[in-house]
């Protein structure tokens, strides 16, 4: 039991970041990590002992950071936005581990989302996920696609704009596919992706963000994931009630051929309209 308590002590505080966010930041595993947390929570109520009650406590602290980073993430719907390894139906929905989570006890505060990079903005009639986080965890990014400044954005709880999720471990090119630039919302530069992944589990050379400004109203920030191209991607998001604005920037001078990818919920039909699309 110590060895135990030290371990799930020392790997909690080094997994769960400031924001309560899983370092992997696929909310696909923060969900799975969440819910073991809750069983190992519910153990430690029904064995009571001296020597639990601080495990307890901790676990419960835990708990309730990671409680309120996925529902700060989440859509009111309950689904998760599939960024990085993520997919659906592989784990409990969060209206159902959230709901575990209050029978347990566990009370919190609403996220305030930071060291994760990822954003959330709620309006009456959209949800806007946003994606301006380093590539995670630094040292073993396992689950980590080339995603920089990507995003979802659900209308009047459906989905609009989605991300493309992942449907298999195996390695092979649907693997590198689903884990590169062009399967996200976000821009390549020369059919390249913004960070080097590879291997099925590996991450190379990867984007870092080298400017982040956020107001009330917009989000704005830059990455050098193109650098060898002596190129940099800045993206600001703008929004209000009934309008959201993505622009683009290649800041650089070398000649290049920019792409921005845009992807569809299969339910969400579009048609060419004068210069734009409905």
Not at 180 to 187: A, I, K, Q, Y
Request: glycine share 6%; aromatic share 10%.
């Amino acid at each position: 039991f110590k060895l135990s308590k030290r371990i799930i002590t020392k790997q909690l505080d080094e997994q769960v970041l400031k924001d309560g966010g899983h370092f992997e930041l696929s909310p696909m595993y923060h969900q799975l990590m969440l819910y073991r947390v809750l069983d190992c929570t519910r153990l430690a109520q029904l064995n009571p002992c001296d020597s639990n009650f601080q495990t307890l406590c901790n676990l419960k602290d835990k708990a309730a950071e990671m409680s309120a980073w996925l529902e700060g993430v989440s859509y009111n719907s309950g689904a998760i936005p599939l960024v990085n390894d993520s997919a659906d139906g592989v784990n409990p929905d969060t209206n159902t581990i959230l709901g575990y989570s209050k029978s347990l006890g566990i009370e919190w505060n609403q996220s305030q989302l930071l060291d994760s990079g990822y954003r959330m903005v709620r309006r009456e009639q959209y949800e806007l996920f946003i994606d301006v986080g380093e590539i995670g965890a630094s040292y073993q990014p396992g689950h980590a696609h080339a995603d920089t400044f990507n995003f979802e954005l659900y209308i009047n709880n459906r989905p609009c704009f989605v991300d493309t999720g992942i449907s298999t471990y195996d390695l092979g090119d649907l693997r590198s596919n689903e884990r590169s630039t062009r399967s996200h919302n976000t821009v390549t530069i020369n059919d390249r992706n913004s960070s080097e992944v590879w291997g099925g589990f590996r991450v190379g050379k990867r984007a870092r963000i080298i400017n982040l400004v956020e107001f009330p109203q917009s989000i704005e920030a830059m990455h050098d994931g193109y650098k060898n191209y002596r190129l940099n991607h800045q993206r600001k998001w703008e929004w209000s009630e009934n309008e959201i604005v993505v622009t683009d920037r290649i800041i650089g001078n070398n000649s290049r051929k920019a792409k921005a990818y845009f992807h569809l919920h299969p339910e969400i039909s579009i048609q060419k309209h004068n210069d734009g699309f409905i």
